[in-house]
């Protein structure tokens, strides 16, 4: 009687909680992939028939698309979701995190309003000075390491240099300024061969390269080349400089260059054949590294360590004093980036400046 019972209950269990009908466990509806199956093929013979032949005649490929499948579809409905409630009238009641989208997503429909706004480009060169590659005018620039400092503190796009803080494994109060080279943020196409533009720069001891191939017919600007040129051209039109086009995409070859010789830093940077470098040992002091900067370039050259440091982390609020500790990768590639900041145009530092901040940042 016991054991009747227990079936009877078990009977009405599967009653209630496992009442599909017809013998199937879920239905077509709680799961869209069973209606891509042709199972009119031997799975056997060809898989993917059996399991997605029916996939293009449930979903045909859109005109304007090349690639249809589950997850663009998936995308697209969220895509639609996401409009649907962003373009909902706004309620007192909403989240205000919600509000706040609903007004973003409201101005950025709302054309006339976005037109009449400054470009970040135009904000940044009223307050900077115009970009050099679209200027008619090239004198009076000046470019010194504190301004480098600033931009960095103020964008945190690295500039010449790649910096982070270390500390010691061993006493986590003790901690260190670590550079390195700027290679992270260039983008990947623009890696060029080493030595030979390198040649190229020297050649031209910093001045103007021109891209052309062996024949002298020039040749195609790389992608990164021609955001560069989309964007001089655009700004150039904005601000109404009137330059022309030629001495534009000279400017931006410049500018490619440059980069080129920067991204390696130290060894294949800027360094010389006939260069004698200075030993220096990897951790050191910030006074230390004065010295060691003085004695290689001349008290003249145009940087003090402790100033630059102080700018470059005006940001954070710490004091940067003679006594810090400082890391590095070796006198090379300090030596490489100091030499080329001397020896490049100022009006060449502060494009590739601007190129790489416009790059980056929204401004
Ligand atoms: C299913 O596969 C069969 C055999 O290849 C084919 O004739 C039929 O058109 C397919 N059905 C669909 C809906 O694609």
Redesign the pocket.
């Known amino acids: 009687m016991e054991k009747f019972k227990f079936l009877l209950l078990l009977w009405m269990f599967c009653l209630t909680s496992c009442n599909n009908g017809n013998n199937e466990y879920v239905s077509e509806k709680l799961i869209p992939e069973l209606s891509y199956m042709?199972t009119?093929?031997d799975p056997c013979e060809?898989f993917y028939?059996y399991t997605c032949?029916?996939f293009?005649?449930v979903h045909p490929l859109p005109e304007d698309q090349y690639n249809w499948d589950h997850f663009t579809i998936l995308q697209d409905e969220i895509h639609q979701l996401a409009a649907d409630i962003l373009k909902s009238v706004r309620k007192d009641t909403d989240p205000l995190a919600l509000q706040k989208a609903k007004a973003a997503y409201t101005a950025c429909l709302n054309v006339n309003y976005a037109d009449k706004l400054k470009l970040p480009e135009e904000n940044f060169m009223l307050e900077h000075g115009i970009w050099p590659v679209i200027s008619l005018e090239d004198t009076d620039i000046e470019v010194s390491w504190n301004l480098v400092g600033d931009f960095v503190a103020e964008y945190g796009v690295p500039l010449f240099f790649n910096f982070q803080i270390l500390s010691n494994y061993w006493d986590p109060t003790d901690n260190f300024i670590y550079l390195y080279r700027d290679a992270i943020s260039n983008p990947s196409t623009i890696y060029g061969k080493l030595e030979e533009d390198l040649d190229d720069f020297l050649g031209t001891a910093g001045g103007r390269v021109s891209r052309s191939t062996d024949d002298g017919s020039k040749s195609e600007p790389i992608p990164f080349e021609s955001f560069l040129r989309t964007v001089a051209f655009y700004l150039r039109d904005v601000v109404g400089t009137w330059k022309d086009d030629e001495k534009i995409i000279e400017d931006v070859a410049e500018i490619i260059s440059f980069m080129r010789v920067l991204q390696p830093g130290g060894p294949g940077g800027f360094v010389e054949d006939t260069a004698e470098i200075l030993p220096l040992d990897n951790l050191i002091t910030v006074g230390e590294l004065q010295e060691w900067t003085d004695s290689q370039f001349g008290e003249d050259y145009p940087i003090n360590w402790v100033d630059y440091f102080n700018h470059l982390f005006k940001a954070s609020g710490v004091a940067i004093t003679e006594d810090v500790k400082f890391y590095h990768d070796g006198a090379r590639l300090l030596y490489g980036v100091l030499n080329l900041f001397q020896k490049a145009e100022p009006r060449l530092l502060k494009n590739f400046i601007m190129a790489r901040l416009f790059t980056y940042t929204g401004c």
């Open positions: 042709n009119s093929v060809n028939q032949g029916n293009k005649n």
